[in-house]
T-cell receptor, first 113, second 114 residues
Framework: QKEVEQNSGPLSVPEGAIASLNCTYS??????FFWYRQYSGKSPELIMF????GDKEDGRFTAQLNKASQYVSLLIRDSQPSDSATYLC?????????????FGQGTILTVHP | GAGVSQSPSNKVTEKGKDVELRCDPISGHTALYWYRQSLGQGLEFLIY????????KSGLPSDRFSAERTGGSVSTLTIQRTQQEDSAVYLCASSGLAGENTQYFGPGTRLTVL
């Protein structure tokens, strides 16, 4: 079992719809969780992070964390074609591993006009 | 301002040769991270530095891989006796301190081992 798992997709949504991306993790010691976006041929860029149970909103993006279920999600409202990319979920551990991010395989999102 | 830079952007080498990959972090960032990304394995952690020390090098796949950082700035990842399975994009990231929430990634070095 991978430490961080994502549905690889592809996930296809129409422009203006809500895209829902999901991630589960196995290490209960994980402290924080991250969503990165990666365009083809480019390096990952951070969208947002979350470390407390509940929701965190930033513009069109909402991250949700449920530590009891070991589940993290990212909602993208009013999806745009420019949101088409691979979305990477990552967790960060504790102790000497607090500098290490463990990534899922990524979910490919396509937003079609 | 300047972001994380990496060189070379592309490297083609023959199996068995040694390669050095360089990372120059954002000025003032004390933490530096190496990852690699390949089609089969996704984005994998290799090692991170806080200053010149490496508290976690658990992701280095074999003793052919080593990394160093001197002067708390530039880091070099060295792969000895390269193998075809080493072919990947090697990404470097930096943050103000290890454990800070935002790691800024460089453009990567694409390594191809023939």
């Amino acid at each position: 079992q991978k430490e961080v798992e994502q549905n690889s997709g592809p996930l296809s949504v129409p422009e203006g719809a809500i895209a829902s991306l999901n991630c589960t993790y196995s290490d209960r010691g994980s402290q924080s969780f991250f969503w990165y976006r990666q365009y083809s041929g480019k390096s990952p860029e951070l969208i947002m992070f979350i470390y407390s149970n509940g929701d965190k909103e930033d513009g069109r993006f909402t991250a949700q964390l449920n530590k009891a279920s070991q589940y993290v999600s990212l909602l993208i409202r009013d999806s745009q074609p420019s949101d088409s990319a691979t979305y990477l979920c990552a967790s960060r551990g504790g102790g000497t591993s607090y500098g290490k991010l463990t990534f899922g395989q990524g979910t490919i999102l396509t937003v079609h006009p | 301002g300047a972001g994380v830079s990496q060189s070379p952007s592309n490297k083609v080498t023959e199996k068995g040769k040694d390669v050095e990959l360089r990372c120059d972090p954002i000025s003032g960032h004390t933490a530096l991270y190496w990852y690699r990304q390949s089609l089969g394995q996704g984005l994998e952690f290799l090692i991170y530095f806080q200053g010149n020390s490496a508290p976690d090098k658990s992701g280095l796949p074999s003793d052919r891989f080593s990394a160093e950082r001197t002067g708390g700035s530039v880091s070099t990842l060295t792969i000895q006796r390269t193998q075809q399975e080493d072919s990947a994009v090697y990404l470097c990231a930096s943050s103000g301190l290890a454990g800070e929430n935002t790691q800024y990634f460089g453009p990567g070095t694409r390594l191809t081992v023939l």
